[in-house]
């Protein structure tokens, strides 16, 4: 079987399911992806559509905090283009799955995740809106009236996504140089230069890469970091280690500033999604395989044509 381009079709196994990064709509509505792949994509989704992830629903979403009017059109055929591809269907956070299917521990209660449900509400008042302000008015939903009460709930939820993942960071960077703050300020570098060029190769980072997962148990998922569970996330979170390293070593190294790159942090989400067999990633991003290069999992993250390629 062959694509409508002619070239050769790679099917992957019926049971991996693709997660569409936010840039994919991005790229549609500005024609970096052609009319004619998309509606081929559209032809052979499933009948209930592609869910979207979390992370994807979350960074679409988060653009209507503080919005112009102006841009709204954007943002809103972007939510349009990922609706009709998931039927407005949301993927649940990745970390109860983690717990649930492999850990076999619980996922802690204080940790409430957003609600499917709500994500596809918000989704359905902003695809409807003729403009933005209807957002807040209202716009006819099911013989009612659906509206938004404020744009910055999910803009809150990525906010504590971001305090989670820079927590982890700065925690290692602080075991690192306990001083790289006053450093930083006094000389814009957050370690000396000789500890700079030890560290400068990747394969210094073994130790990090452990404490790394260390944190995130203890810290999120409120578990005991024993080496039976270290072991298990070194290997299902992969991605998500590897590149975390790698922004914490331009962030040490370089001048790297969380703030200004604060799509990291939904992209670490997004890796997240392939502690679980089933997933592959879908992006357009390509800093995002290269950060994830030397993980095993690599091969899950592919390019829009190269999962074309696959249908």
């Not at 006819?140 to 993942?165: C, F, H, I, M």
């Not at 005991?224 to 290997?235: A, C, Q, R």
């Amino acid at each position: 079987m062959t694509l409508h381009n002619g070239t050769r079709n790679l099917r992957l196994p019926l049971r991996l399911k693709p997660i569409f990064d936010t840039n994919i709509f991005g790229h549609v509505q500005s024609e970096l992806i052609p009319q004619s792949d998309w509606r081929f994509l559209l032809k052979r989704r499933p009948r209930y559509g592609w869910p979207l992830s979390l992370p994807t629903v979350l960074e679409l979403l988060a653009g209507l905090d503080g919005i112009r009017s102006d841009k709204f059109p954007n943002l809103q055929a972007q939510v349009k283009l990922a609706f009709d591809l998931s039927r407005g269907r949301v993927l649940e956070d990745p970390m109860p799955m983690l717990c649930r299917e492999v850990l076999h521990i619980p996922f802690p209660a204080r940790l409430a995740t957003p609600a499917g449900s709500m994500l596809h509400h918000y989704m359905e008042v902003v695809r409807r809106a003729t403009t933005f302000a209807q957002v807040f008015r209202g716009v006819p939903y099911r013989g009612l009236e659906a509206r938004l009460g404020t744009t910055s709930a999910v803009n809150d939820l990525v906010s504590n996504l971001k305090k989670q993942w820079v927590s982890a960071l700065e925690e290692i960077a602080t075991a690192k140089n306990p001083t790289w703050r006053e450093l930083f300020h006094k000389q814009g570098r957050r370690l000396l230069p000789e500890v700079r060029r030890e560290i400068e190769p990747l394969s210094a980072w073994k130790i990090e890469r452990r404490f790394f997962i260390e944190i995130l148990l203890r810290d999120l998922l409120d578990t005991k970091p024993e080496p039976t569970f270290v072991d298990v996330m070194m290997e299902r979170f992969s991605a998500v280690v590897e590149f975390s390293m790698f922004v914490l070593r331009a962030f040490l190294i370089g001048n790297y500033s969380i703030e200004k790159n604060s799509s990291d942090v939904v992209d670490q989400f997004q890796l997240r999604y392939l502690a679980i067999d089933r997933f592959v990633i879908v992006t357009g991003d390509p800093d995002l395989s290269k950060r994830t290069a030397r993980s095993p999992q690599a091969d899950r993250i592919m390019t829009f044509h190269g999962f074309l390629q696959t249908l």
